[in-house]
């Protein structure tokens, strides 16, 4: 998990691409977000088996990001 949200964190919005790979460096492929809730799902389930609020922390951070970058004024959001 920790490498995967290192790949969240170290974007400008807050979000994990949906295509990269990783060598000595991590390279984003294609930088489009598919609106996926696996990070966040895994995220809330490692805090309430490990009451961690890292994980707990991280997963509102990608909400935040998904509500900033990603809803539409009229509501819903924008796959893209």
Do not use: Q
């Amino acid at each position: 998990m920790e490498g995967c949200l290192h790949t969240y964190e170290t974007t400008k919005t807050g979000m994990g691409a949906d295509t990269l790979s990783i060598s000595s460096a991590i390279i984003v492929g294609d930088p489009t977000y598919m609106l996926r809730p696996e990070v966040a799902e895994s995220l809330f389930i490692l805090w309430r088996l490990t009451k961690k609020h890292r994980y707990r922390d991280a997963g509102w951070a990608i909400f935040e990001s998904i509500e900033t970058f990603c809803g539409v004024p009229k509501g819903g959001f924008l796959l893209e």
